[in-house]
């Protein structure tokens, strides 16, 4: 017997495995000061405070048409001809003290109180060598989700102006973690 909310399961999940296979990473839709990024992986990092903290007070966001980019940073290595889309979410209350990061919205230019992110697009040379592209002036980025566990997941949206023109730079997310601590800066280059 046909049982409709099973089959609307069903589809549901195909949807969902369809978009992990075609390009589940993420989208950046828009281009800025030249640049577009056509996303084919997608990793976080938490920032924790304190070497045994489980507390995360930050979370990096990378975003890229280069896959194999976290490898890279874990063995110590920046990565040559890589366009990056990158977004540092932080949160602090009124007096300064930095907070656990949860899901919700974090603004640019939100000064030092709240829930802020500061997010930009690079290029890296033959040599490793960064340039910015541009740096987003305005929008938001909305956290839906992360698990900063083994296996974790970071989720959400954003919709960023960019200077100098306010150029949009909109998409999603679906970054998975990467094992990296950041501490010592990236020598080599692959």
Same mark, same amino acid.
């Given at each position: ?16 495995? =369809? ?55 874990? =063995? ?57 592209? =541009? ?56």
């Amino acid at each position: 017997m046909f049982d409709p909310s099973r089959a609307l399961r069903f589809l549901s999940v195909l949807a969902v495995l =369809a978009l992990v296979a075609c390009g589940g990473a993420g989208s950046f839709d828009g281009t800025v000061n030249g640049f577009s990024l056509s996303v084919s992986s997608s990793f976080f990092f938490p920032v924790r405070e304190g070497s045994s903290s489980s507390e995360v007070k930050e979370l990096v966001l990378y975003m890229s048409e280069r896959t194999g980019i976290c490898e890279a940073f874990k =063995a110590g290595n920046k990565v040559k001809d890589a366009r990056l889309f990158a977004a540092v979410l932080s949160d602090s209350d009124v007096n300064l003290n930095r907070q656990v990061i949860a899901p919700g919205a974090y603004s640019v230019g939100q000064g030092l109180a709240g829930k802020g992110v500061t997010a930009g697009l690079t290029q890296s040379d033959g040599s490793c060598a960064n340039s910015v592209a =541009a740096s987003a002036t305005a929008g938001t980025l909305n956290l839906s989700s992360y698990g900063a566990e083994p296996g974790g997941k970071m989720n959400g949206t954003f919709d960023l102006s960019f200077a100098p023109d306010g150029e949009k730079g909109k998409g999603f997310f679906n970054a998975v973690l990467c094992d990296f601590t950041p501490g010592a800066p990236l020598m080599g280059c692959e």
